[in-house]
């Protein structure tokens, strides 16, 4: 139950979790109690404990993931209506649907389909299914960004109500949420990671949607991954996990290829003409064509799509009007002051910004250090490509989704629903616009540089690329309609290309090419993994600090088999004025991870007490930068 207790001179709420025999000395009274019957059971108190000790974060930092802080829960149990309108599944979704036991107890599926396969018609049905027996079923997707269209369609589908959860609703929303959750109201619940932690009284099913998606890790307040806490759940409530997606992550492929996960193909459900795929050369382009990312061949195929009245997208991994500008006096770039990038200009707000941590520089007529006035501007943005896009084609109906865009309150629903509706001739976007968009009318796809992905300091570079990629070009001709997908690039010859013509066999034909590398390297899933981080003001402080660290967990990690990589200046040195190194903890994927880890937060807590240098430890990580 929540309790209002007294800390220090004020009063805060907290959570009676257990009891215990002896009381501290000096222990204060409960002012309040705030709940008449306790809404965690056994099972997501367990959830909670396990969660905990896997990551090695406090069950305070888990909480606040999802708790409600104030009022009291009220209301009676709704009594449940729904109205189904379900379409008739293929062969192929009935023969997923019926292997996937709702009430057999805990087992992974991987539900690998191309997209626009019908992935979300199985989930329908399984759905549908769980509301006849009153049940509660969680769709989890990576992004709030995805919810406003899929609550719609699973609402107008369903027939009911549908209960969102994320951390951008209000404390009240949250708490009505989570009250339908802790009274087994027969509900489906969608939400980003954070819905996890709900106190489900009925769970019957786990759906984890685009489960290979970099969102559902958690990188800052306890570091901690969705997806796999999906399965942590599912196996404490006994329940079955569905994972979804076109572009699995390799280490839960992996794992569904040597039997640990179930695996279930999906064709697609409209059968549809293979996509026309160009690679354009950016170098020939460049020699013989105005310097433009709109190169002539991508303009030909937008004037051949707006005439047939159907939809545009237009990817672009860079918002703002340029990546940096250069002083041709002196060579120096626009630079954060505090953190070691440059920075992005944004020409329509005469700013030059960080996108790492928000610093903000008015642009100015000349350079800063030699007084030039001669600049080059290097890169290109989302804005200036939907400027120069509404120049080539001012009789079409252009709009942009990027960050800039979607902090502006209600933008995001609006345009998808305004390019679902037809509405939106050429949308211009970053990654967001990969993801969940599901338009009838959209037949072409354009990437207009797509080298950005394989340029981060990262393992997983390519295997990112390629799922974007191949997403991207899952969003065109979901109806059936022919669709064309043109790819930018510098390097056309790179074999990732090659692969994404293979259609159904893509995937798999990467996957087991990525994989051979990753065994030879020693890198997940053929390694587990722990990254620590130390940061601090002082360059110098925090450089002997990590050497420190690094002998104290080396003597330590040696009886439990752990391999110490580093330590090393982290790939983005300089983050919001400080100065960070990286310590890599590497082990055998049955290894004593969590036993290390344990210990080495407990270690370092003692003897780094007085340090200013702060060290986090993030286990999994999914981004080293």
């Known amino acids: ?16 979790w257990n009891e215990s025999a002896n009381a501290p000395k000096g222990l204060k009274a409960i ?21 905990a000790q896997y990551y090695g974060i406090s069950l305070g930092e888990l909480l606040t993931a999802s708790f409600p802080k104030d009022g009291k829960f009220g209301g009676a149990t709704d009594v449940k209506h729904f109205v189904p309108k379900l379409p008739e599944l ?104 954070s819905a996890l932690f709900l106190p489900f009284r009925d769970l019957k099913l786990i759906v984890v949607d685009e489960e290979h998606d970099g969102s559902f890790k958690q990188t800052e307040r306890g570091p901690y991954h969705g997806r796999d806490l999906a399965i942590l759940r599912g196996q404490v409530s006994r329940v079955p996990v569905i994972l979804g997606s076109a572009t699995p992550s390799l ?61 545009i997208l237009l990817f672009l991994n860079r918002r703002g009007s340029a990546s940096q500008r250069l002083c041709l006096g002196c060579g120096s770039a626009d630079e954060c002051k505090h953190c070691s990038v440059t920075l992005t200009i944004h020409s329509d707000w005469g700013k030059a910004i ?18 030039g006035k001669e600049f080059f501007l290097g890169g290109i943005g989302t804005k200036e490509i939907e400027a120069q896009v509404k120049s080539r084609f001012p009789e079409a109906r252009v709009a942009r989704l990027d960050r800039d865009e979607t902090a502006k309150k209600n933008v995001l629903p609006q345009v998808v629903r305004a390019f679902s509706d037809g509405k939106i001739d050429i949308l211009v976007g970053t990654q967001m616009i990969s993801k969940g968009i599901d338009i009838s009318k959209l037949s072409l796809v354009g990437v207009l540089f797509a080298d950005q992905g ?31 997908f043109v790819i930018q690039t510098f390097s056309p010859d790179h074999p990732l290309f090659e692969g994404l ?15 051979e590398i990753r065994k030879m390297a020693e890198l997940p899933p053929f390694k587990r993994m722990a990254l620590i981080t130390l940061s601090g003001k002082s360059e110098s402080e925090v450089a002997e600090e990590a050497f420190r660290i690094q002998k104290r967990l080396q003597k330590l990690g040696q009886p439990l088999q752990m391999e110490l990589v580093g330590p090393a200046p982290a790939p983005l ?21 969590t036993t290390f880890l344990t210990a080495a937060m407990d270690d370092v807590e003692r003897a780094f007490a007085g340090s200013k240098v702060k060290i986090k430890f993030d286990r999994d990580p999914v981004q080293f930068m």
């Open 31 to 51: 002012e309040e109690v705030l709940d008449e019957t306790p809404f965690f059971d056994d099972r997501t108190l367990l959830f909670y404990e396990r969660a």
């Open 1 to 16: 139950m929540r309790v209002k207790v007294p800390f220090r001179s004020r009063e805060i709420t907290g959570v009676v």
């Open 573 to 593: 040195y300089r983050w919001k004025g400080l100065y960070r190194q990286h310590l890599l903890v590497k082990s055998a994927p049955k290894g004593h991870l």
């Open 454 to 484: 394989w340029g981060i300091p990262d393992f997983r570079g390519m295997e990112r690329s390629f799922q974007l990629l191949k997403q991207l070009m899952g969003r065109a001709g979901r109806r059936g309609q022919s669709s064309h």
């Open 501 to 515: 013509r293979l259609g159904e066999e893509s995937f798999a034909h990467f996957a087991k090419h990525e994989l």
């Open 354 to 371: 960080c996108h790492w941590c928000g610093f903000q520089k008015k642009l100015t007529p000349q350079c800063d250090l030699c007084g």
């Open 90 to 193: 293929s062969d192929a979704q009935k023969e997923v649907v019926e292997k996937i036991k709702l009430n057999s107890g805990f087992m992974v599926h991987l539900l690998l389909g191309e997209t626009g396969s019908g992935k979300t018609e199985v989930y329908l049905k399984l759905f549908e299914r769980i509301l006849m027996e009153s049940g509660q079923a969680l769709l989890l997707v990576p992004e709030i960004s995805l919810t406003p269209q899929l609550e719609d369609r699973l609402s107008d589908r369903l027939g009911t109500r549908v209960s969102v959860f994320h951390s951008q609703m209000t404390d009240k929303q949250r708490r009505e949420v989570y009250a339908r959750a802790a009274r087994s109201e027969s509900d489906i619940f969608l939400g980003a990671r």
């Open 251 to 311: 280490e839960t492929y992996h794992h569904a290829l040597h039997g640990e996960y179930q695996m279930h193909h999906l064709s697609p459900f409209f059968k549809k003409p293979a996509p026309k795929i160009d690679v354009i050369d950016l170098k020939k382009t460049w020699e013989k064509e105005t310097k433009s990312f709109i190169t002539s061949a991508l303009q030909s195929a937008i004037e051949q799509t707006l005439e047939k009245k159907e939809q």
